[in-house]
C-alpha cells in the first residue's frame, strides 16, 4: 500500500520555540495533505487541509499564524508549530489522499496516514 | 450535529478471547464507515470500509456490520492476539462534507 512518512517521529523543545513537522507521500503525489492533532485518549481532529501550491485551510479555531502550513512540492507538506508552548503538547498526524482523491464516496480507501509525530514542549 | 459514539471506552480481554466493539453515529447522509487500528504512538491503519450498501465486511479475524437504518456499527476481533492491543477508531463519512467524523476510540488491551 501506499506509504506517508512523517519527521520527526518524536521532538521535545523549549516553551517559545518554533519546531517544523515533515509530512510526505513516499510513493505518490498528493496535491492535498491532512493535518490532525490527537490529545491523549482523544479522536483525530482535523487542524488544516494542506493544498499544493496555494493556502492551507484552517479548521476553526486552529490559528494559521501559530500552525504554519506549506505544501511546496506535491510529496511535501510542512507544519510548523511556532511559538510552543506546554499546551501544544500532542500527537500530530498527517494523513494524504492517493491519486488526488479525498474521502470518496464509493468507499475505496485512498486516505493513507503517517505514523504521527510526538510534540512535547517543556 | 455530526457525531460518532464509541463502545466502550476501553476493554480488556484475555487472550484467545473474542469481543466486539460498537460504533453509532448520527453523521447524515451516509457515505461510508471504516474501522481503523491506531497502535500507540502510531497513525491509523485502515481495517474495513463499508458503504450503505454493505452490512458486513471481513479482514482477517476482523469483521465489521453495518446498520444503516439503526446508524450502528460494530467491529467484531476473533481468536484475539496481543498484537491486537491498541485503539480502534470508527470513522463516518457524509454528512456534507468531505471531513469525516472521527470517534473516540475503544482501547482494547489484550493479556496474556
Known amino acids: 500500500g501506499a506509504v506517508v512518512s512523517q519527521h520527526p517521529s518524536r521532538v521535545i523543545c523549549k516553551s517559545g520555540t518554533s519546531v517544523k513537522i515533515e509530512c510526505r507521500s513516499l510513493d505518490f503525489q498528493a496535491t492535498t495533505m491532512f493535518w490532525y492533532r490527537q490529545f491523549p485518549k482523544q479522536s483525530l481532529m482535523l487542524m488544516a487541509t494542506?493544498?499544493?501550491?496555494?493556502?492551507?485551510?484552517?479548521e476553526q479555531g486552529v490559528e494559521k499564524d501559530k500552525f504554519l502550513i506549506n505544501h511546496a512540492s506535491l510529496t511535501l507538506s510542512t507544519l510548523t508549530v511556532t511559538s510552543a508552548h506546554p499546551e501544544d503538547s500532542s500527537f500530530y498526524i498527517c494523513s494524504a489522499p492517493k491519486e488526488g482523491l479525498m474521502w470518496t464516496s464509493d468507499g475505496t480507501d485512498t486516505q493513507y496516514f503517517g505514523p504521527g509525530t510526538r510534540l512535547t514542549v517543556l | 450535529k455530526n457525531q460518532v459514539e464509541q463502545s466502550p471506552q476501553s476493554l480488556i480481554i484475555l487472550e484467545g478471547k473474542n469481543c466486539t466493539l460498537q460504533c453509532n453515529y448520527t453523521v447524515s447522509p451516509f457515505s461510508n464507515l471504516r474501522w481503523y487500528k491506531q497502535d500507540t504512538g502510531r497513525g491509523p491503519v485502515s481495517l474495513t470500509i463499508m458503504t450503505f450498501s454493505e452490512n458486513t465486511k471481513s479482514n482477517g479475524r476482523y469483521t465489521a456490520t453495518l446498520d444503516a437504518d439503526t446508524k450502528q456499527s460494530s467491529l467484531h476481533i476473533t481468536a484475539s492476539q496481543l498484537s491486537d492491543s491498541a485503539s480502534y477508531i470508527c470513522?463516518?463519512?457524509?454528512?456534507?462534507?468531505?471531513?469525516?467524523?472521527f470517534g473516540r476510540g475503544t482501547s482494547l488491551i489484550v493479556h496474556p
Open positions: 470513522v463516518v463519512s457524509g454528512g456534507g462534507s468531505y471531513i469525516p467524523t
Open positions: 494542506s493544498n499544493e501550491g496555494s493556502k492551507a485551510t484552517y
